[in-house]
Every structure is written in structure tokens, then in C-alpha cells.
């Protein structure tokens, strides 16, 4: 069955620095897509960016980066220059079959100023 | 342009009665989904509006909840005989499915905060 697993319920980051937010994934479909999304304590969710099974590169969004290893089924994101406003939850999502996508249960940033 | 839209922002009513929130999608967007966020959790998948085809309804997590998304276009999510537990942000969310296409970008509408006395 489809699953999207984050394991760091939490992370601290210094401002400035680089983060990595881990997110694994399992799947049977030959061709899925990968998506990040932030939600501020506001609550709203902002898509941040997308990566296709079969791209060759991985996706970048400014100062977002997707690490995508396909044979680890590993699709991290990466925030490069940490800012203050960069504090939320990120969830990681996966498309499921053709219609659904399914999202992992999140991992709650905090940046240290 | 417009994003996706809801109301009421926020909802309190009392356990039993009936509740039903609205969303607008983004003009143009095929498939529309509603979500559930309990406190502190992630998003847990309700239904699923696509076209003019039958909704995927596996996410309901009981008779109690309904959904309809009339013309194509506004979404109504219905809950009837609230209790406690039905609590949450419900979430709107649509997109753009077209033909083939497997990127599915969801744009989030702002939520409806529900609580159930």
C-alpha cells in the first residue's frame, strides 16, 4: 500500500543554515509524483515544489531542493539560508494511483534566530 | 487571481446539529478534494470531486458526512449529527486534472475551524 513515512516530528535550525527534512515513501505505481508543502501556524498549506518519478534532475524552487533517490524512495527537502519565516510544519505528498494523493503526518520546523 | 476559497472561516456548534461548509475552487480547476486536519495531525483524505464523474467517497469516515459539488464548480461538505470528534480544519483543496497528466499541484483553500461543543 501507498505510505509516506517523516520521521522527525520536529526539527531546530539556526537562521541562515541549510535543513534537510527527511520523507520516505512506498509505492507501487511505476510513475508518481512528489510534492512539499508548508503550513504555517495560520494553517494554511502552500504548495513549496513537485518532482516527477521520472524526472531526470532534481526539482529546485529557489531556496528549495528536493534530494530525490528514487532506489532509496527517499524524497527529502532541502531549505537552504534558514529564515525566521521558514518556522512551520512540512509535509511531504504523494500522488496515489491517478486520482488521490496521500501526505505524510508532517515534521514541525522551528528556526532559531 | 483568486485562490481557492471557504466558509465560514471558523464554526461552533453544539453536538447534534447539522453543519455545512462551503468551498469555491480556482476558476477553471477539474478536481476538488476536501481534507480533515485534527489538531497536531496531518491531512486525512474525505472525498473527491473529479468532472462530471462520481465522487470518490472512501474517505468518509461515517454516513454522517456528505458532500456535493454542484455545476462543477462550489463544493458543499455537510455533517450531520455533529459530535466531539468531528472537530478539526476541514480543508478545500483543487486542481487542474487534465488528460494524462499525473502532477496534480493542489492549491489549498484557508480552512474551516470546526468546533463541536
Known amino acids: 500500500a501507498q505510505k509516506i513515512t517523516q520521521t522527525q516530528p520536529g526539527m531546530f535550525v539556526q537562521e541562515k543554515e541549510a535543513v534537510t527534512l527527511d520523507c520516505t515513501y512506498d509505492t507501487s505505481d511505476p510513475s508518481y509524483g512528489l510534492f512539499w508543502y508548508k503550513q504555517p501556524s495560520s494553517g494554511e498549506m502552500i504548495f513549496l515544489i513537485y518532482q516527477g518519478s521520472y524526472d531526470q534532475q532534481n526539482a529546485t524552487e529557489g531556496r528549495y531542493s528536493l534530494n530525490f533517490q528514487k532506489a532509496r524512495k527517499s524524497a527529502n527537502l532541502v531549505i537552504s539560508a534558514s529564515q525566521l519565516g521558514d518556522s512551520a510544519m512540512y509535509f511531504c505528498?504523494?500522488?496515489?494511483?491517478?486520482?488521490?494523493?496521500?501526505f505524510g503526518p508532517g515534521t514541525s520546523l522551528s528556526v532559531i534566530p | 487571481g483568486a485562490g481557492v476559497s471557504q466558509s465560514p472561516s471558523n464554526k461552533v456548534t453544539e453536538k447534534g446539529k447539522d453543519v455545512e461548509l462551503r468551498c469555491d475552487p480556482i476558476?477553471?480547476?477539474?478536481?476538488l478534494y476536501w481534507y480533515r486536519q485534527s489538531l497536531g495531525q496531518g491531512l486525512e483524505f474525505l472525498i473527491y470531486f473529479q468532472g462530471n464523474s462520481a465522487p470518490d467517497k472512501s474517505g468518509l469516515p461515517s454516513d454522517r458526512f456528505s458532500a456535493e459539488r454542484t455545476g462543477g464548480s462550489v463544493s458543499t461538505l455537510t455533517i450531520q449529527r455533529t459530535q466531539q470528534e468531528d472537530s478539526a480544519v476541514y480543508l478545500c483543496a483543487s486542481s487542474y486534472k487534465g488528460r494524462g497528466v499525473l502532477q496534480e499541484t493542489q492549491y489549498f483553500g484557508p480552512g474551516t475551524r470546526l468546533l463541536v461543543l
Open positions: 505528498a504523494m500522488t496515489h494511483g491517478y486520482d488521490k494523493v496521500i
Open positions: 476558476s477553471g480547476h477539474t478536481a
